[in-house]
């Protein structure tokens, strides 16, 4: 860092190619411990009250985010920036943890965020919840899928639970044993892929639902008037 050229905040290194001969490129260095950021280290780190932000621009450090998110829902415990195992500088991702279910719905309802600070960083980024890969089955506890996890994950905010298959199945589409389509497949720390008809599947349960009820109303209705005819 020290050979480098200063411009203010900015860093250069003059470095020459076949056809350029020392051209200025901007370093960006960063620091390890910007990586984590703890805000509210009195709150439990949940990672079912955690968010999963996608696109994080590069130089923000964690104690941005933590800092942009806590000002947008509140509540923020933790933020921290995903970073190459190897050459340890951010992917470009990053993760929130809420401690209250009231901001990270809220966040998550969002799905996309704003991120500004300085004069450099100004990125609308997605948010979903953060999947985890060792979730038991929130319906079962397991016992239907001989104790594995959960390879499925609801996001939809009415919902936001972790299924084996069989109760998936059940759960979000009766009549075909879950479809295709309406799965959120879950993706280990890349997050949820979302589906859009994740509204609609629930939708169609409810309607389903009151079908059933109005149903059995109708069949009692019938058996009164066949009891009183007898
Ligand atoms: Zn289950
Ligand atoms: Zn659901």
Redesign the pocket.
């Known amino acids: 860092m020290e050979a480098c050229i200063s411009d203010g905040e900015r860093h250069y290194w003059c470095v020459s190619s076949p056809t350029m001969k020392d051209k200025p490129v901007q370093i960006r260095p960063w620091r390890l411990s910007e990586s984590d950021f703890v805000l509210d280290a009195s709150q439990p780190l949940d990672p079912r009250k955690t968010i999963f932000v996608g696109g994080v621009p590069r130089p923000l450090r964690a104690c941005e985010l933590a800092n942009i998110m806590n000002s947008l829902y509140g509540g923020v415990c933790y933020a921290g920036i995903d970073t190459d195992p190897e050459l340890k500088y951010p992917k470009g991702a990053g993760r929130v943890a809420f401690s209250s279910q009231q901001s990270y719905i809220a966040a998550i309802s969002a799905r996309f965020v704003q991120l500004r600070h300085g004069a450099d960083i100004d990125k609308r980024v997605e948010v979903k919840p953060y999947v985890l890969d060792d979730q038991m089955c929130d319906e079962c506890g397991g016992a239907m899928s001989g104790g594995k996890f959960a390879p499925f994950f609801?996001?939809?905010v009415?919902?936001?639970?972790y299924?084996c298959d069989h109760c998936w199945g059940v759960?979000?589409d009766p009549a075909s044993g879950g479809s295709s389509t309406s799965r959120?497949l879950k993706k280990g720390q890349i997050g949820p892929v979302l589906c859009r008809s994740?509204g609609d599947?629930?939708n169609w349960w409810r309607l389903l639902f009151m079908c059933a009820r109005v149903f059995s109303y109708l069949q009692g209705f019938v058996r009164c008037r066949v009891a009183l005819r007898v």
């Open positions: 609801c996001a939809n009415t919902c936001l639970q299924y759960i979000h959120w994740g599947v629930h």
